[in-house]
């Protein structure tokens, strides 16, 4: 079992405010999990017991609309946090995580994170900032979602998961996604996503590789974003 507070992963979440003998208290109670890709870790609707922060690989938040769509809301990476919001308030998640590579989370139960909440001033703080941030993040999606035709609104995820995965050595964006996945992430249909990501790979913006895309234009695709 890894040790909380000689862990790097830490000084990306709010655990970078609790002090090496509260990480310590952490450590004795977590559990480390792994994930293969594709596997869920829960469901909208389930009721968690503690939270998750994810040592490595990425997942996917999804949301199920009535007539059994799927939208991708979010992505999570390396260091986030994922839960804290339904064990705070809770209620059950409104979302279903799954991961989109191999991954490992460790597990904290809810009562040490009360606990830290607590105790600890500086950690209750960063977790409210980091719930608003969320809370600012979900209205630029809703805004962007609104507002953005599907062109805009691939050009603006191309640009997000370049920004957020990083590229390989040879300079794909280092996450693979399944073209049902993107047209998830810009909510328009299967057909219409490879119809877009076929139009801007011919207009030289990206270059693929079976689930794999470079961006090749990247002031292009910014300028797309912008409507222009």
Avoid: W
């Avoid at 964006?173 to 011919?202: C, H, P, W, Y």
């Amino acid at each position: 079992m890894s040790v909380c507070n000689q862990c790097i992963i830490k000084e990306f979440n709010t655990l970078k405010s609790l002090s090496s003998n509260e990480l310590k208290q952490i450590a004795k109670h977590k559990t480390s999990t792994r994930f293969k890709k594709g596997e869920v870790l829960f469901k909208e609707g389930n009721l968690l017991n503690g939270v998750y922060c994810i040592k490595n690989g990425a997942c996917k938040l999804t949301k199920r609309s009535e007539n059994g769509n799927e939208q991708i809301v979010k992505f999570i990476k390396i260091g986030d946090m994922l839960g804290y919001r339904s064990v705070l308030s809770g209620e059950p998640v409104s979302l279903t995580v799954t991961a989109v590579k191999d991954m490992e989370a460790c597990f904290i139960p809810k009562e040490k994170i009360f606990e830290a909440l607590k105790n600890n001033p500086k950690f209750s703080l960063d977790m409210i900032k980091t719930i608003c941030s969320d809370l600012r993040d979900a209205n630029a999606h809703l805004t962007n979602m609104a507002q953005k035709n599907s062109k805009q609104r691939l050009a603006d995820r191309l640009l997000f998961l370049r920004k957020t995965f990083g590229e390989d050595a040879e300079g794909f964006i280092n996450i693979d996604l399944s073209r049902e996945e993107f047209s998830n992430i810009i909510g328009t249909a299967l057909e219409s996503a490879i119809r877009l990501l076929s139009e801007f790979k011919k207009k030289g913006y990206i270059e693929t590789r079976g689930k794999q895309i470079k961006l090749i234009d990247l002031a292009g695709l910014e300028q797309l974003v912008k409507g222009f």
